[in-house]
């Protein structure tokens, strides 16, 4: 099994940052992809961001230009550099993590959530 630990939520003004952090643990073999998703009250959850093992990376059209999305492959963590937040991206985050377990298992995984609150 995998288990990612997410941190770096909380409140901010909108115009502020915040980042977010997910580390992944377990019987990991490697991981393909790691990300963020959000889901806001009463709305569907939504990819935020992904990077691939290959540092591809993919955004959502809201957040271009103002998020950024790195990964340390030597410690399985992804981060998201959220700037210039809005109010909008109020939501709880969500990690999510494509992984191959030592069993040779793949599969997605999801962490826990962290909140964000923009106020305005």
């Known amino acids: 099994q995998v288990q990612l630990l997410e941190s770096g939520g909380g409140l901010v003004q909108a115009g502020g940052s915040l980042r977010l952090s997910c580390a992944a643990s377990g019987s990991i073999f490697s991981i393909n992809r790691m990300g963020w998703y959000r889901q806001a009250p009463g709305k569907q959850r939504e990819l935020v961001a992904h990077?691939?093992?290959?540092?591809?990376?993919n955004y959502a059209d809201s957040v271009k230009g103002r998020f950024t999305i790195s990964r340390d492959n030597a410690k399985n963590t992804v981060y998201l550099q959220m700037n210039s937040l809005k109010p909008e991206d109020t939501a709880v985050y969500y990690c999510?993590?494509?992984?191959?377990?030592?069993?040779?298992?793949?599969?997605?995984?999801w962490g826990q959530g962290t909140q964000v609150t923009v106020s305005s």
């Open positions: 990077i691939t093992i290959g540092d591809y990376t």
């Open positions: 999510n993590t494509i992984a191959i377990t030592t069993g040779r298992v793949e599969r997605a995984y």
